[in-house]
Structures are given as C-alpha cells and as structure tokens.
C-alpha cells in the first residue's frame, strides 16, 4: 500500500552553500530552503515513512512518522519539520504528521516532503466497529509519586487495533493515584497502595465497551523528600519563584516528585500555581510563611518571609493629604503623616514602619524644644506658653526618614535615601 518517493535532483546538492540550494529549492519556497538548509547541517541523505498498518477509525487518528537518515543511518524524526499533505481534505486534515480524520470514511494519500525528498502513504479511514479495550501490562514497579504512563489496545471488528479515544479511570483506590487527563494514559500517583483502572469508549452505536478492571501496586518506595526554591526565601510582595521537590527513593535515586502537594501557612501569603509560588499580603516587618510539599506520607517544610513591595520614595502630608502652606498656631496640633511610594507605583498613605520624625535645628528658625515638640507618630504641638509678638511667626523644617534594621537611613533600589522634608510656619 505504501511506496516510497524519489529524492529529487535538489537533495544531491546538501553539501552546497545556502544559495545554492535556494535555486533548487522551488520558485524560492521558504519551507524548502529552511528544509534544505536543516538537511544539510544534520546530513541528512534520505527519508521514510515509518511503517504502519495506514488504518484511521474516522472518530480516531493516525500518527504518521517521518524519518531521516544520514550517511551513518542516524535516525532524526522530521515530523515538525517536513511539509505534509493529504489527496483529499474532505477526508481529514494533516499537521506535523497526525491525520485528523473529519467523521467521513474513505480512501486518500499523504504525501510529505523534507528538502526535495518525499514518501507518500495510502490511508483508509475505517467504520470498523469497537469490539474490545485490553489494558496493557506495565513492565516495572510504580513509584509512589510519579507518573506511570499506561497504554491500552482498542480492538476493533476489522481486526485491528486503531488509535481511538479512550477514557481512563481510577475505580478503586482513587485517593492513591488519578488521571488528570481522562482522554491519557498517565496515571499520576500519590501514595503507596493498590489501585483499579478501567478503560472504556463507546462503538460507533454509543454503546459503552470497557475493559477488565486492571489491578496495579504502587510500591512504597518513596524514603524522604527535599523543598527548595530558585529565589532566595526572602520575598517581596508580587515576587514569584519556582520551587524544586526533589525525592530520595528505596534505591537511592533522586528524582522530581511531579505529584507532591505544596500548603502554605498562612495561606493568604502565596499564591500556589503547580511549582510556582507568588507572594502576597506581606508586611513590612515580613510575615513568616511555611511552604509544605507532602507525599507518600513524607514531608519538607521550606520556611519563607514575605516582604511588603520595595519603596522608592517617601512624602510628609498632613492629615488631609496636603503638603502646601503647613502651618500650625500656638496651642494647636498639627497631625502629618507619611505616603510611601512602592517600586509599582502603588501607595501606602499611612507609612509609619521603622519611620524616624524630627525637626531639623539646621534649617529652622531659632524655637525652645520644651514648647514646639514633634513625637514619633508625626504629630507636631506648639504650647499656647510660646507667646509670638503679633506679626511674628517661626518657620520649622520636619524631617521624615525610614530607617534600616541597623538604624541606618535606608534606601531604595537606585541608592537614593528614603527621606523626606517639609516647610511648617509656627504662627501667634
């Protein structure tokens, strides 16, 4: 049914410069210069079709295989690279090699070419009706967190096995291990145990065909496991880092846990994606987090902070928001407070943590301390003693400085110092 193409006189020319094989290439065909160009860095002399029964069930597929060879028979698959077709499109389509039937029945031809190599392949699309599913055996143990992939034969009146669309379930020990995917094979496991997997589809009447329930051991192998992340355990809010969980097996391999769980303690803290974690809600003195990966009945802990957003700047305002013509009358308050600015551009209008206030002496008119007095909350009392003269008023300079854990002025990322400064006017 299936016979092979001839290589076309381009392909006796992949030792020769890219501009040579362009005029080979076909009226400048840019999938045939890439095509030739890749032919020629790999050595590739020739191509063929892998062998196959050239069935598809019209509610199923069929995968067709390219395969180029060198001059040393090195095999490379060329699915993705090569250029398919088919004789009839009312039939089914085609790409990287998977031939997608469209529910029709018939006769048609694909035809693929790889840098003027070709084959061509024969394919019937069947109406052959389901007759049975046959779950295959699985050749090794399966790992307590790990995926196992199964396969399944789906029998067919014609007798043949078609690729066709099969759900797979778990109908006993469905806490162990499960299916994500219904329409695959992958088993993902959890713990240690048996489990029943049944496999079925419906024949071309609807009519439900399962197998015989299979019986699988996960074997108890899993001995510890290991959380990490790529980030430092540091993190501000918004920050997001990828963490690895390693497991130590019965026979010393490490290997990635693809099924392990990861919590968080709090949980409002991080955002928990597969292996991805964001923070969130932080504060500025940092929230201490617990991130937790279990499986098997084995566990790691990888202990976190989570940070507020970097700040970038700072700014005095007064309690309504104001930093325009402050001024304060003898026996009165004046209440500021500070807006911080994060590295987002988002605000905090109430900023007081590790925030230092004072007046700066240097910048200010001359005034007596035990009569003007600025607390650490920002609030600013001028006492009704001062006695102004009339038309006599103080002008005062207030600082507003955020401090490090060492009691340094900090800073943000660019260096420059989280501080700031207001003109206040003292009147009678």
């Not at 439900?208 to 299979?214: G, H, I």
Request: proline share 2%.
């Amino acid at each position: 049914m299936r016979f092979k193409g001839l290589a076309v006189p381009c392909a006796l020319l992949l030792g020769a410069t890219t501009l040579g094989l362009t005029g080979c290439g076909g009226g400048g065909d840019s999938a045939r210069v890439a095509q030739t160009v890749d032919a020629g860095k790999n050595g590739i002399t020739r191509v063929e079709l892998e062998d196959n029964e050239g069935y598809a069930h019209y509610q199923g597929r069929l995968q067709l295989n390219l395969i180029g060879r060198n001059s040393e028979n090195l095999a490379t698959n060329l699915n993705n690279k090569a250029t398919w077709k088919v004789s009839d499109a009312s039939l089914g389509s085609i790409n990287n090699g998977l031939f997608t039937p469209s529910g029709k029945v018939g006769e048609l031809t694909v035809t693929v070419d790889y840098a003027g190599l070709s084959d061509t392949q024969n394919v019937i699309v069947s109406d052959a009706n389901l007759v049975s599913i046959t779950v295959n055996p699985v050749s090794a143990p399966i790992d307590e967190c790990q995926n196992a992939t199964l396969t399944a034969n789906a029998l067919f009146d014609n007798g043949l096995t078609l690729d066709y669309d099969l759900n797979w379930a778990v109908t006993e020990g469905a806490s162990l291990a499960s299916f994500s995917d219904v329409s695959s094979g992958t088993l993902s496991t959890k713990n240690s145990g048996a489990v029943t997997v049944v496999v079925s589809a419906n024949n071309n009447s609807g009519e439900k065909v399962s197998s015989t329930p299979v019986t699988l051991n996960i074997a108890d192998s899993l001995r510890s496991l290991t959380l990490t992340s790529n980030k430092s355990v540091e993190m501000r809010e918004g920050d997001s880092a990828t963490v690895s969980i390693k497991g130590t097996y019965a026979n010393n391999a490490s290997l990635d846990l693809a099924n392990a769980g990861l919590t968080a303690t709090p949980s409002s803290s991080l955002t928990i994606e597969g292996t991805k974690i964001t923070a969130k809600n932080g504060t500025y003195a940092g929230t201490d987090v617990e991130l937790v990966a279990s499986c098997g009945g084995e566990s790691d802990t990888l202990e976190l902070v989570v940070l507020k957003k970097e700040l970038k700047s700072i700014e005095i305002k007064n309690s309504n928001g104001g930093t325009d013509n402050l001024s304060v009358t003898e026996g009165s308050n004046l209440e500021l407070n500070v807006t911080a600015t994060f590295a987002d551009n988002a605000t905090d209008s109430n900023y007081d943590y590790n925030l230092n206030w004072s007046i700066v002496d240097s910048k200010s008119d001359d005034f007596d301390d035990d009569l003007i007095t600025l607390d650490q909350t920002g609030k600013l009392s001028v006492s009704s003693d001062l006695d102004l003269a009339l038309n006599q008023q103080l002008r005062l300079v207030v600082r507003a400085e955020v401090r490090d854990e060492d009691n340094r002025i900090a800073t943000n990322a660019q260096g420059q110092q989280l501080v700031d400064e207001i003109n206040i006017v003292v009147r009678p």
